[in-house]
């Protein structure tokens, strides 16, 4: 399946390694680490040199409990930041976000998709996507960032999350965003407790009867944590091995903040596949 994401296409029945880029001072792994145009510039040519097809440039936090901010503080962080990736790398520029007003100027600015946690729940937020033609990634979320870790329940979290994707695809599908330009995300960390996040990552293959290509991220995340112990800087083997596991169940994107260890776990990965063939 190819998409188009503003000028660069991409073949998504393979695997794809997409880079964060956070540019605000609270997030949980690197809050603070590329909060200029300069640093996340230059951080952003090492991740496409280390062979990253996607680079997620994020505003605003949505680790939990995290502190929402304005539109204007959004807008501030996020474009500048967008434009200098666009005018200089040879890259798709994602950009995550739930605001419609940072949606529509961030994408005449040169972003090629849209990640968005809250899955366009915002008002106007479907329309200004459908405008801009450009495929947006839509998450389940249990809850909001802020509170969503305080007490997750499902009674069946893979069809639950399938249920809730559903659902979305089908109002932002009316809206007019087309059906070809939806990419999916299971939402690791996003309303769930470890159990749950384990059981969605075994079934996750389940979720390709969707039809849509998928996107995952759990890198460096508290789920990662509880199983190993680790603190979230000694969390790149987890990390690989989630990613490795991911890829071999069909993820087409990869979210991570190590993007030359990822890459090479995905290549290992394709190759074998490709053996197999």
Partial sequence: ???????????????????????????????????????????????????????????????????????????ARVCPVVEAIARDLDVVVSVDTSSPQVMAEVVKLGAGMINDVRALQRDGAPEVVARAEVPVCVMHIQGEPDTMQDDPRYRNVRREVSSFLTERMRVIEKAGVRPDNIILDPGFGFGKSPQHNLQLLASLEQLQLLGHPMLVGMSRKSMLGHITGRDVSERLPASLAAATISAMKGASIIRVHDVRETVDAVKVVTAMEEAGR
């Fill in 1 to 75: 399946m190819q998409i188009n994401f503003a000028g660069r296409t991409l073949d998504m029945s393979g695997c794809h390694v997409m880079g964060i880029l956070n540019v605000t001072p609270d997030s949980f792994s690197d809050g603070g680490r590329y909060n200029t145009v300069e640093i996340a510039l230059a951080r952003a040519r090492e991740m496409v040199a280390d062979g990253a097809a996607f680079i997620d440039v994020g505003g605003e936090s949505t680790r939990p409990g995290a502190t929402p901010v304005s539109i204007e503080e959004e807008l």
